[in-house]
């Protein structure tokens, strides 16, 4: 759970060597701050809501039925630019991000999440961060 919102785990390392896919509900006014992978790949498939994504000097706004590549080494960021929740299937290849959504979702929890203990938890899940992560509008 983000800010009280699911993060579904369809597929994850424990069923794969490959792949994980969630079914990531994304906050209100969300925002991840721009970020590098420096392994892994990820897509998104927009369900329900509006969001924008800053793809490698790209803006994209993404409604239902967008779909997204974003391959390693690419600088992003995905803000949910409305005042609702926005649904998304995303797959992170290789699996394991959902450790980092697990752990996220403990320390956005906090009053003030320690901003050390966030830039470890993106170290040790090859998210180098570029701005700043928030977890509001």
Not at 47 to 64: M, Y
Not at 85 to 97: D, E, N, Y
């Amino acid at each position: 759970m983000l800010r009280g919102h699911p993060t579904v785990f369809l597929v994850t390392g424990e069923d794969t060597k490959h792949t994980s896919m969630f079914d990531w509900t994304i906050p209100a006014g969300f925002v991840t701050g721009v970020h590098i992978h420096r392994v892994q790949e990820e897509t998104f498939y927009v369900l329900d809501g509006e969001c924008v994504w800053h793809v490698g000097g790209k803006t994209i706004r993404a409604t239902p039925g967008t779909f997204l590549f974003i391959p390693p080494g690419v600088p992003h960021n995905i803000t949910n630019v409305s005042d609702k929740p926005a649904r998304v299937l995303m797959t992170l290849s290789p699996p394991g991000h959902e450790h980092y959504f697990e752990a996220l979702a403990t320390l956005a929890a906090q009053d003030s999440p320690d901003p050390a203990a966030l830039a470890d938890l993106r170290r040790r899940y090859d998210a180098d961060q570029i701005s700043t992560l928030t977890t509001g509008a």
